[in-house]
């Protein structure tokens, strides 16, 4: 089956595995930098995502990404490397000391990561399919690193200006190798949306990650961290579109050589 | 089985499930940044009807820029503008409650928080295309 939209199940395209999930009780100390170390005892860096409430039944919900530093507000956010999660919180104010946070942190494996896992479904003998609900059809999977600004290769070596890919019309796409930029062309009746995390080589930690920088005119073109996901509705094919899953150079203020993008696009 | 890559259905692992996707438009109202302050913070909240404790997968599209921007989005980012030849930064963060979708924002006067000047800063308008996400199996 072509386009994965509207249906219920696709073998052609899986589902998400999250092989860990956890969740945790932050007590908030006086302190504006907060940090919990938790070994996740995987064999690999988790792909950590979730939510965290002010109430343990999470009826307001917050992501668990690290928003720009200069908001002064609260935020909760989850690193990740070979050994451990770091739940992360900044209260600038100093404001919520005693409080409790409420935590539910699931993560998936990184393309890269080929071995097994231990279950996460406590209900792993039954098959459980709803059909009052859709599921996240996995189109395509990447693991990118930047390019580096000096290296023009006169044919397409893995350290390429940019990867093209049509994905969700051939079934499920992994991506792999160096460019600045992967060009991904998807097909009508698709919207597909993106999850992505970066590998810092700075401080060896892996965490959710999609910068969004929007500016008006006056303000001109801000130059942008890393990974960032834009799409281009029309690119001149009646019914094709594209999606730029920006990896970075190694021009200064972008991405360090070793940084990782990971990025997840679904149906 | 629990062999993570290349599979076609494992109900030893939870997955993620759609609860509904819905398209709203959200408006940053325009706020008098004070004198010696230089910022400002609130909350925009639209009504959708979500399931409480929803994971939300966005995406934004901005038309109040040079060029139309249209992002994928983890639930935070940032606006730039100016006023007054002063750069005005919004940082957003989308969150979900029972049956609303807010984003709190923070708008500062990049340029000083210490100013004698009072700045009013621009409304700003965006879509935000949202993908409710919750999990079924545990």
Redesign the interface.
């Known amino acids: 089956m072509q386009i994965p939209t509207n249906f219920i199940?696709n073998?052609d395209y899986?589902?998400?595995?999250?092989?860990y999930?956890k969740e945790y009780e932050l007590t908030c100390d006086s302190s504006s930098n907060q940090t919990i170390t938790i070994a996740h005892g995987l064999n690999f860096t988790p792909l950590c995502?979730?939510?965290w409430?002010d109430t343990d039944?999470?009826?307001?919900?917050?992501?668990l990404?690290?928003?720009?530093s200069?908001?002064?507000?609260f935020?909760i956010w989850a690193e990740s490397d070979e050994t451990n999660i770091y739940i992360c919180k900044y209260d600038y104010r100093h404001a919520h000391s005693g409080q409790k946070r409420y935590i539910k942190i699931?993560a998936f494996?990184p393309?890269s990561?080929?071995?097994?896992?231990?279950?996460?479904?406590?209900?792993?003998?039954?098959?459980?399919f709803?059909t009052d609900?859709?599921?996240?059809q996995l189109i395509a999977v990447g693991e990118v690193q930047p390019r580096r600004l000096d290296v023009r290769p006169a044919e397409p070596t893995p350290e390429q200006l940019g990867i093209y890919a049509e994905v969700g019309k051939n079934g499920y796409t992994e991506i792999t190798g160096r460019a600045a930029s992967v060009n991904l062309y998807y097909f009508d009746p698709m919207?597909p949306?993106?999850?992505?995390w970066k590998y810092d080589a700075a401080t060896n930690r892996t965490t959710?990650?999609?910068q969004?920088?929007?500016?008006?005119?006056?303000?001109?073109?801000?130059i942008m961290g890393y990974p960032?996901?834009?799409?281009?509705?029309n690119t001149g094919i009646q019914g094709e579109h594209n999606?730029a899953v920006g990896t970075g150079t190694t021009r200064t203020g972008q991405a360090n050589y070793n940084d990782i993008t990971h990025f997840r696009i679904?149906a | 089985m629990a062999r993570v890559n290349r599979f076609v259905f494992n109900s030893d692992f939870m997955t993620v499930a759609y609860a509904g996707r819905q398209e709203v438009t959200v408006t940053i109202p325009a706020k008098e940044l004070p004198a010696n302050v230089g910022s400002a913070s609130g909350d925009v909240e639209v009504a959708v009807d979500i399931p409480p404790g929803c994971y939300t997968r966005a995406r934004i599209k901005f038309t109040g820029g040079y060029v139309p921007a249209d992002y994928a989005c983890d639930g935070n980012f940032i606006i730039f503008d100016k006023v007054n030849n002063r750069q005005i930064d919004y940082t957003c963060r989308v969150y979900t409650k029972d049956k609303k979708v807010g984003v709190h924002y923070f708008i500062y006067d990049e340029a000083s928080i210490s100013s004698p000047q009072t700045v009013l800063s621009n409304a700003q308008t965006f879509t935000l295309i949202l993908d409710f996400l919750k999990q079924p199996n545990t």
Do not use: R, W
């Open positions: 199940a073998s899986p589902y998400d595995q999250i092989v999930f995502f979730g939510i409430s039944t999470f009826t307001a919900s917050h992501p990404v690290k928003t720009f200069s908001d002064t507000d935020m699931y494996a393309l990561f080929t071995g097994d896992c231990e279950p996460t479904a406590t209900t792993s003998d039954f098959l459980i709803n609900l859709g599921y996240s919207t949306t993106a999850m992505a959710m990650d999609l969004v920088v929007l500016a008006t005119k006056a303000a001109g073109f801000p960032n996901i834009s799409y281009n509705a999606m679904y």
